[in-house]
Structures are given as C-alpha cells and as structure tokens.
C-alpha cells in the first residue's frame, strides 16, 4: 500500500512528495534490525534524496550504526570542508571503520541524490554524488552485521537530519550489477525515479525484493505517518512527528 502526501502535486501517474526532519525536533525514523537490512560479506547499496535545510552539524540519511559492537553502515552528510557525503561501513571483524566521501562544499536548500555500495567480490566499497564518479576504497572480509535498529533522518537516535528526504533504498542484488549502470538508473538524469517507475525486472536484478531490500518513497498523507515501503511492507516508525512537504528535485 502507497500511502499520498496531499499536500504533493501529481507528475503522470506518480504522486510527488518528501519528508521534512527538523534536527531540532529530533526526528526521525526507525524499525529494528532484522535480515533485510543487514549485510555481512555481500553485494548491498543504498540510494536516497536528500536536501538540507541547514548544517551545523553532521546529519544522517542513512544509518545501521552506534557505538561499538553496534556499528554496520552510515550515510551521512559531513559539515567538514562545507560539506560532503560519508559512507562508513565496519569491517566484518568489528575493529575498524572504512569510510569514503563524495562531494565538496555541498549547498543547503539544493537536491542532491547519492548513492554508495560495497561489492563482495571486488572487495571494495564506493560512493557517488548525482550520477558522478565513484570515490572507492578496499575492504576485505565484508561488513560487521550488527543488531542496531535501521534508522532513516538519524543513526543510534542522534546526528538527525536538517531537511528534505525522498526515495530511500536499500537492496542486496542477486548477483553484482554494474554499479555505475545502477547508480545511473536512479539517478535517472536528476528527475527522481519513482516506484512506480521500475520494472519488476529490474526489481529483482536490484535486490529490491522481500527479504533483499527496501524502498521508501517518503511521500505519506501527513506530519507523523510512519514511513511505508513499497517492497514488501517493512514500515518505519515515525519519532517526533515528521513532517511532510511538497519539495521535490
């Protein structure tokens, strides 16, 4: 079920809309971990939308991190430099932090779409910031799987986002894509791809398929819905009322 934001306008046959977190408010939302959003030494990826309001501080977008033994993968957006894009993953081990970044002085109040993966085989993990090269860097032994609740706006209930979400993802592909072929296709030349949107082929060679991925479009009827994902139902729980917004790349 797909919930609509009324406040939204339509473009074709998809409802447009996002979700609004106020760092101040501490919003955010969250679900307890459980085997599909969790890795270890396997193809995954996350994608979103997102468009700060301000940035005093760092801000998730993505988060399955706390303090140790509690860490497994963030997204986030860094104030260092005026600004770019983290992505930190823990190694299988549980004893060290990789991480790569992508952008530089990113602008508050501007859409941007990022997307990150760690490829099993390759053992490496990159990011890209609106269709742009990767930044990449090694890893091998895969990623720490860790009990911490998935956590959209924030990561371990803090460094909430100031801002715009919209279209957040997670999938862990049957076999390894082309990542710049799939970072390209959701990033559909800057007009935000949608659900709707995507074959069930492409579903599938994704991995967003129930127990594989979510997909978060973040467009609900009003401030305080919880977050529907269209794969297979995993619902986030809203915290501290989120509010919704017409914006849209």
């Known amino acids: 079920m797909r919930i609509i934001n009324p406040f939204a306008f339509s473009s074709g046959s998809v409802n447009l809309g996002s979700r609004d977190f106020a760092s101040a408010s501490s919003q955010y939302f969250s679900r307890s971990s459980s085997a599909t959003v969790e890795t270890g030494d396997v193809d995954f990826w996350v994608s979103c939308w997102f468009k700060a309001d301000s940035a005093s501080a760092n801000m998730t977008m993505i988060g399955k991190w706390a303090g140790t033994p509690g860490r497994e993968y963030l997204l986030r957006w860094n104030i260092a430099f005026t600004g770019f894009v983290d992505w930190f993953v823990r190694n299988a081990g549980d004893t060290a932090n990789f991480n790569v970044t992508a952008g530089s002085s990113l602008s508050t109040g501007t859409w941007y779409h990022t997307f990150a993966y760690h490829d099993a085989s390759a053992n490496q993990i990159g990011v890209a910031l609106d269709g742009g090269s990767f930044s990449t860097t090694s890893l091998s032994g895969g990623v720490n799987v860790a009990g911490e609740d998935f956590q959209v706006g924030a990561a371990d209930s803090s460094g909430f986002f100031d801002g ?43 991995g ?28 986030l729980t809203d915290v501290n009322t989120v509010g919704v917004s017409a914006d849209v790349p």
């Open 208 to 235: 967003l398929t129930s127990g594989n991925g979510v997909w978060y479009p973040l467009n609900e009827t009003s401030a305080g819905d919880d977050a529907i994902d269209n794969v297979a139902g995993l619902t």
């Open 164 to 206: 715009k979400l919209l279209n957040v993802a997670f999938g862990k592909p049957p076999s390894t894509p082309t990542w710049a072929d799939l970072r390209d296709a959701l990033y559909n030349s800057g007009n935000a791809l949608y659900w709707e949107d995507i074959s069930g082929a492409n579903r599938t060679a994704w």
